[in-house]
T-cell receptor, first 115, second 110 residues
Framework: DAGVTQSPTHLIKTRGQQVTLRCSPK?????VSWYQQALGQGPQFIFQ???????QRGNFPDRFSGHQFPNYSSELNVNALLLGDSALYLCASSGTGTENTGELFFGEGSRLTVL | GNSVTQMEGPVTLSEEAFLTINCTYT??????LFWYVQYPGEGLQLLLK?????DKGSNKGFEATYRKETTSFHLEKGSVQVSDSAVYFC?????????FGKGTMLLVSP
């Protein structure tokens, strides 16, 4: 049973560019959350998707946007990249109904470097 | 708002030493509490959890008790191993989102 998978694992962009990160949730999970982990810090909540809609959002600007597809996979888009966007981006999935254990399962992350 | 404060690291111990990593929280309502571990170059793995006051979470020799009166969830292990070297994050969950502390690096030497 595959866990949460993310791609790409590493990428380098320059300021002003745009980036798309991808996430496939754990089998049976329908809710995807995205977190940003800056170097030496704890992860910070960006937003959460359920039923293809953004359900909750943390304190991040509109440059950060997302999407969830009918197969529950998700994308995180960041526009007009800033140096401060350099971080590890973590995707976490969770289930509802019988799949709801209260636990979030994390992928290994996509490390973004902005030059 | 919700917040988690954990002791700063790194915590440096010799193998078989006793470990305590302090964690306190501020939250509205009654959150669930978690400890996650992050090994170098990897994502986060759930170590243990507690969903209500006085619950004790345990896994792989690690324990933490949900103390509502002191709003704490300290992580303990009686005898650490070199393989326990990692960064440990305390977190609380409200409305299905996690709020993390800044993490505590643990370094265990042989």
């Amino acid at each position: 049973d595959a866990g949460v998978t993310q791609s790409p694992t590493h990428l380098i962009k320059t300021r002003g560019q745009q980036v798309t990160l991808r996430c496939s949730p754990k089998s049976g999970h329908d809710t995807v959350s995205w977190y940003q982990q800056a170097l030496g810090q704890g992860p910070q909540f960006i937003f959460q998707y359920y039923e293809e809609e953004e359900r909750q959002r943390g304190n991040f600007p509109d440059r950060f946007s997302g999407h969830q597809f009918p197969n529950y996979s998700s994308e995180l888009n960041v526009n007009a990249l800033l140096l401060g966007d350099s971080a590890l981006y973590l995707c976490a999935s969770s289930g509802t109904g019988t799949e709801n254990t209260g636990e979030l399962f994390f992928g290994e992350g996509s490390r973004l470097t902005v030059l | 708002g919700n917040s988690v404060t954990q002791m700063e690291g790194p915590v440096t111990l010799s193998e078989e030493a006793f470990l305590t990593i302090n964690c306190t929280y501020t939250a509205t309502g009654y959150p669930s509490l978690f400890w996650y571990v992050q090994y170098p170059g990897e994502g986060l793995q759930l170590l243990l959890k507690a969903t209500k006051a006085d619950d004790k979470g345990s896994n792989k020799g690690f324990e933490a008790t949900y103390r509502k009166e002191t709003t704490s969830f300290h992580l303990e292990k009686g005898s650490v191993q070199v393989s326990d070297s990692a960064v440990y994050f305390c977190a609380l969950k409200r409305y299905s989102t996690l709020t993390f502390g800044k993490g505590t690096m643990l370094l265990v030497s042989p």
